[in-house]
């Protein structure tokens, strides 16, 4: 169960980065690698944040909780 859980929160995870990144590129953030500016590396910094924080939210969630008795 505990492989499962964890196989589970790795796809959410994933899901949380590439949404992340979808929701970036529909507000206009370019993230190609020839375009050299301050705002793309302070995106990049901000989103990597962002997937950080998520991810740590993440595996912070109990998906299947042991019932106590």
């Known amino acids: 169960m505990k492989f499962l ?6 796809i959410l995870i994933i899901i949380w980065a590439f949404l ?4 970036g590129k529909a ?5 190609s690698p020839e375009e050299v500016s301050g705002t793309r590396s302070m995106f990049r ?16 969630i109990d998906l299947f909780k042991k019932t106590r008795k």
């Open 5 to 10: 859980s964890f196989l589970i929160k790795i």
């Open 20 to 23: 992340l990144f979808y929701v």
């Open 27 to 31: 507000l206009g953030i370019s993230f």
């Open 45 to 60: 910094l901000i989103m990597g944040v962002l997937i950080l924080v998520g991810a740590y939210f993440i595996l912070k």
